[in-house]
């Protein structure tokens, strides 16, 4: 699949198939996109490659309060993907929007429906939380498999997802780690990988 910017000056190959496809209804993420939610497809970053252009990269805060990196077209400024500090730079959460078949990735899960606008309705048999989700649940056994090689390559410091997941979506502080101020609405934007 190929995607990028409305001005085709940024312009990238996913390689393979999504790790998992997230309609997000979290009230941040309705407001960085300006609608009902956001449609991320997560890729690792060696499987978004570049063809034309090189995004500018937008520090942006975050629910979490540690902010994330949009990969933004210098020129039409459209988002073609972002990175989140719990996943580091090794995901990629890519705008399905931006890429030249949509349709190829529908959602997998909607997540955070708790918040989800009152006059959207879902399909019927649609796979939907009204939070997060236990990863180990959803996702594929193969998308698992790519999750725990990158996990295996990636820094201690980024590899959270296990024990820190659990506590923040229980609503438990993690050990060593400070709360943030702002509300936990978006789990994957605000909790560990």
């Known amino acids: 699949m190929e995607g990028g910017c409305t001005c085709r000056q940024v312009r990238y190959r996913l390689i393979g198939t999504p ?107 649609a796979k939907a939380v009204p939070e997060f989700y236990d990863l180990d649940v959803v996702w594929s056994a193969e998308s698992l498999e790519r999750r725990r090689v990158l996990r295996a390559k990636a820094p201690k410091a980024e590899v959270r997802l296990g024990t820190f997941l659990l506590r923040a979506l229980a609503g438990l502080k993690p050990a060593g780690r400070p709360r943030s101020p702002l509300p936990m609405r978006c789990g994957i934007h605000s909790v560990g990988w």
């Open 19 to 125: 790790l998992i496809v997230h309609a997000c209804h979290c009230h941040w993420c309705q407001r960085e996109t300006g609608t009902a939610h956001a449609l991320n497809a997560l890729y690792e970053a060696d499987r978004v490659v570049h063809t034309a252009g090189e995004p500018e990269i937008v520090a942006t805060p975050s629910a979490s309060g540690k902010g994330q990196n949009i990969a933004r077209c210098p020129a039409c400024r459209v988002a073609v993907w972002s990175n989140y500090p719990q996943a580091g730079p090794a995901v990629r959460f890519v705008r399905v929007g931006t890429l030249d078949d949509p349709d190829r990735c529908p959602p997998d899960i909607h997540i955070f429906t708790s918040s989800k606008q009152q006059w959207v309705t879902l399909p019927p048999g």
